[in-house]
């Protein structure tokens, strides 16, 4: 078997809400799905979802290759992105390549990746995360609702801006999950994207336990700042977690050096085998890992072969716009189907007749860092997304101050039904799609 081309589409993942962090929102709740589709001459394809960032570069790496020699093709990409780097983008691009080799391989197998991977159980436990920092009390509690009527008693909330306004937001649903649990104790986390220095941390979070138990707190300071960590870590009872934003086992290196983490994440975007290598080098400090993303069914996959896998971010119950994957959201737990490869499968019509286009574009959002992040003094009021834009001008304020209680907004949507499917028809309004010119 024999790698021929790949082409580059995009899609659209629809949540019917704003979503965003303490750096920003996407207020019309759409965001782009770039997919990667890989071919071969035996007629299998694989699909990897990444940015679309110097892909025929990339791709010159795995021409002509059998794609089942997965990860010395992964070495070959980063080899080849060598002397521009292959971190930020690049490397989310490597990872949709790696992606879509692990699922041509599995599907030659004719097994569903997890299996290939030596995975024992198709059940992969699950955190809800909501991405909800904009989101008003009623919209909240809606939302968490459909997460705890799947079983999920779990929860990581968006913040970091507020300590007052976070404190009601995770009492909130602290006592949601706690009914829907029949009144045992749920888990709460709360990620700050980056948003504190190390004493604005430390503060934050030691006037968020004296009511609350956070499992962790994810992204307290600088992704990089491997001391900052360490020193957070040592000022708060919640454990440390971040890694996300990191590429490469170089950029964890100093951080597990330090002591500086708890919790051992990676992104969905960076691929696979990106993926294994981190847990690998996680478990010989005996930390646990912990999967994020949108859509994070390669990671997922991989997952179940892992012995320090501890949860798994559960964003979406439904895939982007065209998609279909199998697996659906069971009793608190991915459930992984038994579709050989990763168990994607593409309706390209749906696709390429939709338009649908985010509003907010690659350089505003929750992808650009404040002004003041890190410098602010006094809370920023209401956490919303007008405020948070104000607070990329000088003289706004953040962290840590005290306001009253965030005031309930509209009537709640409807929660789902406990089984969800993860599938997608033809969509009744559809999105812009690209279509790149296909290689080969």
């Known amino acids: 078997m024999r790698i021929t081309g790949y082409r580059a589409l995009n899609t659209v993942q629809e949540w019917g809400r704003a979503i965003g962090d303490a750096n920003g929102v996407y207020a019309d709740g759409l965001t782009d799905v770039p997919i990667v589709v890989v071919s071969t001459d035996e007629g299998i394809t694989g699909v990897g979802m990444g940015p679309h960032v110097e892909l025929d570069a990339i791709f010159a790496a795995i021409d002509g290759e059998d794609p089942r020699a997965v990860t010395a093709l992964y070495d070959r990409m980063l080899r080849q992105t060598f002397k521009a780097g292959h971190a930020g983008a690049v490397f ?178 960076w691929g696979v085998t990106h993926f294994l290598r981190v847990a690998a080098l996680a478990h010989a400090y005996d930390l646990p890992v912990s999967p994020i993303g949108t859509n994070p069914v390669g990671l997922l996959h991989a997952a179940t072969s892992l012995p320090n896998h501890l949860v798994s971010e559960l964003q979406v119950l439904h895939p982007p716009v065209g998609i279909d994957i199998d697996l659906r959201i069971e009793d608190g737990s991915f459930v992984l189907g038994d579709t050989p490869g990763l168990g994607i499968s593409m309706d390209e019509a749906a696709i390429a007749v939709c338009a649908l286009q985010p509003a907010t574009v690659s350089f505003d959002g929750p992808g650009v860092r404040p002004e003041r992040a890190g410098r602010r003094l006094l809370a920023v009021a209401g956490g919303t997304g007008a405020a948070r834009a104000q607070g990329r001008g000088p003289g706004q304020g953040g962290c840590g101050g005290v306001r009253a209680p965030h005031p309930p907004g509209p009537t709640a949507v409807p929660a789902r039904r406990r089984r969800a499917r993860w599938h997608c028809g033809l969509p009744s309004r559809s999105h812009h799609a690209t279509v790149p010119g296909a290689r080969r």
């Not at 490469?248 to 500086?260: C, D, M, N, Y």
């Open 92 to 269: 989310g691009a490597i990872g949709a390549f790696d992606t879509a080799l692990w699922d041509i391989k599995a599907k030659a197998a004719g097994q569903p990746l997890w299996r290939l991977l030596g995975g024992r159980d198709r059940l992969v436990p699950a955190y809800a995360s909501a991405l909800d920092i904009e989101l008003d009390d009623d919209d909240l509690v809606a939302t968490y609702k459909t997460y705890a009527d799947h079983g999920i008693r779990a929860a990581k909330l968006k913040g970091g801006l507020d300590v007052d306004r976070d404190r009601h937001r995770l009492t909130l649903v602290q006592d949601l999950l706690a009914e829907a649990g029949g009144g045992s104790r749920p888990g709460l986390m709360l990620d700050a994207n980056e948003c504190w220095s190390r004493k604005q941390a430390v503060r934050y979070v030691a006037e968020l336990e004296r009511t609350l138990d956070l499992i962790w707190v994810e992204e307290p300071v600088r992704r990089w700042d491997a001391e900052g960590h360490a020193a957070v870590g040592r000022g708060m009872r919640a454990s440390v977690a971040s890694g996300e934003n990191l590429s490469g086992l170089e950029q964890f290196r100093p951080l597990l050096a330090a002591g500086a983490l708890d919790i051992v994440q990676t992104a969905s975007v």
